[in-house]
């Protein structure tokens, strides 16, 4: 067992125009103020992090991530969600992900494939510059629009996609091998990879490699209606990355798992801040306490209520209350007798 690391804050939530959510200096300062010692960084926002820089020069990211050091804060792992994105985008969703790049490759989904390809490997290189293990990221969807399908899907349609999805992926997660850095895959509606069955399709197709992880984010689990409690069981070896986020799910006559087409306000499933909706964070942290988890816990703030300031200082508090500091012996070792084989063997009756 271990002692999870934390609070950490996502800050992909919080970057802005204004200050302090404007700079890296500034908002690590503003995160270390809130009561975190960790911040996962989006790689998409050069005001936070030159990714061209961090990939090309050690020297530069011991710099960067020193200014963040010297702030209170450690760099807990990157994030390529939104390149990752478009590492796969069925054309139905061409033109809102356009706004994922820059302009220069919108309207053209071959340039903007090969320039999010290209970003994932920058910061895979720059995690392993940053001394890191873990970066997070989204799979990106080609099946996504047939989740739930009328008519039903041809035969071998779902395989293609997972196949022509690995094909893409494959060559990032021997890059990310050779970087030493697990690429944490976020568990999540939208993407192809959204559930327990959608990973493993993928990870049979990549050779069950040992870079493709998973990031676990309960509420992602809530809104779907799947048990979280027991994904972790299942897939503690596949785990590499952890979100704190809360959810509730309040189905009516009304409306259940697909919302309605309502905003986030009027949904059954919603995203609430650490400790005000539905997930059962005792029971999720003493598990990753018993299965020797070596990372971090994260806040990922999303709430459709609260201002994100005071949640963000709110989930602070809450991940170090939960962290279980895990005991080094066992609680009745002071009942211990102490006894040698041969006194074992005689209380069973094997000597006589």
Known sequence: ?????????????????????????????WAAGCGYSGVQVPTNDPRILDLDRAAASRDWCAEWAGQGAANGVTVTELSTHLQGQLVAVHPAYDAMFDAFAPPAVHGNPAARQEWAVDQVKKALTASKHLGLTAMASFSGALAWPYVYPWP??????????????????????????ECGVDICFEIHPGE???????????????????????LYDPSHYVLQQLDYLDHLDIYAERIGMFHVKDAEFNPTGRKGVYGGYQPWLG???????????????GAIFSKFAAMDFDGWAVVEWECCLKHPEDGAREGAAFVRNHIIRVTERAFDDFAAAGTDRAANRRLLGLDR
């Open 1 to 29: 067992m271990r002692t999870i690391k934390g609070p950490g804050l996502f800050l992909a939530q919080f970057i802005g125009a204004d200050a302090p959510f404007d700079g890296w200096d500034s908002i690590t300062r």
């Open 192 to 214: 192809d990879l959204h559930d327990g069955d959608s990973f493993e399709m993928f990870l049979a197709r990549v050779g069950n490699h040992p870079r493709a992880k998973m």
């Open 152 to 177: 039903q899907r041809p035969a071998g349609l779902i395989e293609e996609a997972f196949d022509e999805l690995a094909r893409r992926w494959w060559p990032l997660l021997d890059h990310a091998d």
């Open 267 to 281: 949904r059954a499933g919603r995203f609430r801040s650490p400790g005000d909706g539905q997930v059962d964070f």
